[in-house]
Structures are given as C-alpha cells and as structure tokens.
Antibody, heavy 119, light 110 residues
Framework: QVQLVESGGGLVKPGGSLRLSCAAS????????MTWIRQAPGKGLECVSY????????SYAGSVKGRFTISRDNAKNSLYLQMNSLRAEDTAVYYC????????????WGQGILVTVSS | QSALTQPRSVSGSPGQSVTISCTGT?????????VSWYQQHPGKAPKLMIY???KRPSGVPDRFSGSKSGNTASLTISGLQADDEADYYC??????????FGGGTKLTVL
C-alpha cells in the first residue's frame, strides 16, 4: 500500500536550518508529482512547494521563496525540503503529499512532522 | 496568491444536507477545473474527498459532491452523519505549478 513517511522535524532556533525527508513506498515514486504542505498550529493548509516527477518544474509559496528548496531522489524514492533562515512563522506540521495520477488532487498524505522555530 | 475564501463554520443535523462554498478569482478557481476538497479530522492528515471539481476518489461516499460556478466552488454533503464532523478545505490550481488552499470550514453535526 502507498506510504509516505516524513522525518527530520524538530526544534530549531530562528535563523537556523532543517532538512525534511519523505520516504515513499508502495508506488512508482518517479511517476508522480509531489508536494510539501504545512499547517501552522490551529490554522489552515498552505502548499509550501511542489515538484514535478523528474524535477523539471518546481514552485514555492511566496512566504518561503528564496529560503526553502524542494528536491527529490527518484532512485531513493525520497522527497526533501531544505529549509533555511527559519522564522517563527514557519512553525507548523509539514506534510508530504502525492498528486493523484487521476487528476488535480493530493491523494496520499504522510502523517506529518512538526517543525518548531523558537529561541 | 491569497487564500481562497471559505465560511468559518457550517452546521447541520444528521440526515440533512450542507454546502460549503469556496470563492477565489479568475486566476485560480475560475480559471481551471482543478478544484479539490479535503476532510481533516482533529490530529489527522487531510483526506482527499473531491478532485477536478466534481470527481470522487474510490471509497468516498456519493453523499459528497462538488460543483463550480464562475469563481466559486462548492462541496455538498448530503445525508449528514456524525463522522462527517471535521474541517474541510478547498484547494485550487493557480497556474505556474502553484496551488492555493481555502482557510478551512469547520462542519458541526448537531
């Protein structure tokens, strides 16, 4: 079955860096577009970054552009999010999610990983 | 881009129907038939309920339906059940490989 498992979260000081990973299994990872979506405590969802199946196309939310970098390693079935210059407002649960092959929707999500930016 | 606009909360009694609206612009909701809806129970990851405006993934009951008119998309839940109580989010493609979510709607089943 499809599984997405995030790792790499934790507590980091403002200005610090963190790298999130998402291990995918149960499907042909290299066939799918992937995304990182975050949810601040008590708030709604925000699509942070999106990457095409072969890494040709990427996009970023304005709030993270220039600070976050999305990447993937199809040989390792893994998705990454390098987060630099972290701010308190980046505190959130970060989900990796798969874009459905059937259409425009994110059909599988990881369990989420908490990133806390605080001094 | 700005978040899509959803009502903060809606409510209905078991067996009734409720509709949640999602208003965007011609650059997102109105410009593409790429609206999706997600259900999120507390402490859980979101679950895809509707994609491409009105299509249901396998396993989602046909009590859930989606539609769109102009810049506003809607999710209708008929035959409300207790387990439908959750937060619901809409999402739209906004061009250039970007996606925008709504602020979320809390559905209370009375």
């Amino acid at each position: 079955q499809v599984q997405l498992v995030e790792s790499g979260g934790g507590l980091v000081k403002p200005g610090g860096s963190l790298r999130l990973s998402c291990a995918a299994s149960g499907f042909t990872f290299s066939d799918y577009y992937m995304t990182w979506i975050r949810q601040a405590p008590g708030k709604g969802l925000e699509c942070v970054s999106y990457i095409s199946s072969s890494s040709t196309y990427t996009s970023y939310a304005g709030s993270v552009k220039g600070r976050f970098t999305i990447s993937r390693d199809n040989a390792k079935n893994s998705l990454y999010l390098q987060m630099n210059s972290l701010r308190a407002e980046d505190t959130a649960v970060y989900y990796c999610a798969r874009r459905s092959e059937a259409g425009a929707g994110f059909d599988y999500w990881g369990q989420g990983i908490l990133v806390t930016v605080s001094s | 881009q700005s978040a899509l606009t959803q009502p903060r909360s809606v409510s209905g009694s078991p067996g009734q129907s409720v509709t949640i609206s999602c208003t965007g612009t011609s650059s997102d909701v109105g410009g593409y038939n790429y609206v999706s809806w997600y259900q999120q129970h507390p402490g859980k990851a979101p679950k895809l309920m509707i994609y491409d405006v009105s299509k249901r993934p396998s396993g989602v009951p046909d009590r859930f339906s989606g539609s769109k008119s102009g810049n506003t998309a809607s999710l209708t839940i008929s035959g409300l059940q207790a387990d439908d109580e959750a937060d619901y989010y809409c999402c739209s493609y906004a061009g250039s490989y970007t996606w925008v979510f709504g602020g979320g709607t809390k559905l209370t089943v009375l």
